[in-house]
């Protein structure tokens, strides 16, 4: 297993990704069935409603401040968890509309699909965030010889 997952560091984001995730996938009932999209809309709308309390608890809770503009952050964010989205929403497509009805699994098929689409990108973001969007500034160091 990689040294980056064996850290507090990762234990933090771990729980910060957890809300952020209940907030993913309790919201996406609330899109879909008080809202009326469809399933796959409702994935997407709930990502966001995720994005926004991930970012919050990331920023506060996980990652030391990198002296990069909010907004330079942000950008970042959304870049790494666009590749994120793109994971959740086909894995939970597949997952509900092909890969449980073959296993003839029809009771909560749905959360059961999201809620593993949710769990797929959990390595890749964290090194995605540590690395480019939360990434500390370093200092140069010259040589004055």
């Not at 957890?18 to 990502?47: D, T």
């Not at 409603?49 to 330079?72: C, D, I």
């Not at 909560?108 to 390595?123: Q, S, T, Y």
């Not at 480019?132 to 160091?141: A, D, E, N």
Request: proline fraction near 3%; aromatic fraction near 16%; hydrophobic fraction near 50%.
């Amino acid at each position: 297993m990689h040294k980056e997952f064996l850290t507090p560091q990762f234990l933090r984001f771990l729980v910060s990704g957890g809300i952020a995730a209940a907030a993913n996938f309790g919201s996406r009932m609330v899109y879909e069935y008080w809202f009326g999209l469809s399933y796959s809309s409702a994935i997407i709308f709930a990502y966001f409603t995720g994005m926004v309390v991930a970012f919050t608890l990331f920023k506060t809770q996980v990652f030391e401040p990198s002296q990069h503009s909010n907004k330079r952050e942000a950008i970042h964010f959304c870049i790494i968890n666009g590749l994120a989205v793109m994971q959740t929403w086909c894995i939970s497509i597949l997952l509900a509309e092909y890969l449980l009805p073959v296993l003839s699994i029809g009771i909560f098929r749905k959360e059961i699909a999201h809620a593993i689409g949710i769990g797929i990108p959990v390595f890749t973001s964290f090194l995605g965030h540590k690395y480019f969007t939360f990434k500390k500034h370093q200092p140069k160091i010259h040589d004055n010889a």
